[in-house]
């Protein structure tokens, strides 16, 4: 499945008003072992920045979700950040873990 999801925040730091708009395509696919089902997912994630006035950070990402009761499921991920805003840019890689609970 291919989905484009897009975003803008808006942001008041250091008392100073600012937006930020953020474009999200992901590509992922269900796949089942045995009663186990997992969905390994690919994400871009481009971020425009009003402060900085232009596009100021990627993101990139590699994950999955797993179901582990009937309203939750834990995802990890592997996510690498590239932040133009500021010289020299500012390069983030990060692991992570979710749970998430549906209610």
């Known amino acids: 499945m291919l989905s484009d999801r897009n975003r803008a925040d ?3 730091i250091g008392g100073d ?3 930020r708009y953020r474009n999200r395509l992901t590509a992922e696919r269900t796949f089942s072992i045995l009663s186990h089902h997992f969905t390994p997912y690919l ?3 481009a971020y425009y ?3 900085a006035e232009k ?3 990627t993101a990139a990402s590699v994950g999955s979700t797993f179901p582990i009761r009937r309203h939750s499921e834990i995802e990890a991920y592997y996510e690498h950040q ?3 805003s500021t010289a020299p840019n500012r390069q983030v890689n990060a692991l992570g873990i979710v749970l998430t609970m549906y209610f």
Do not use: G, M, Q, V
């Open 10 to 12: 808006l942001r008041f």
């Open 17 to 19: 008003f600012d937006w």
């Open 43 to 45: 994400r871009a994630e």
């Open 49 to 51: 920045d009003s402060n």
């Open 55 to 57: 596009w100021s950070r």
């Open 82 to 84: 590239n932040d133009t």
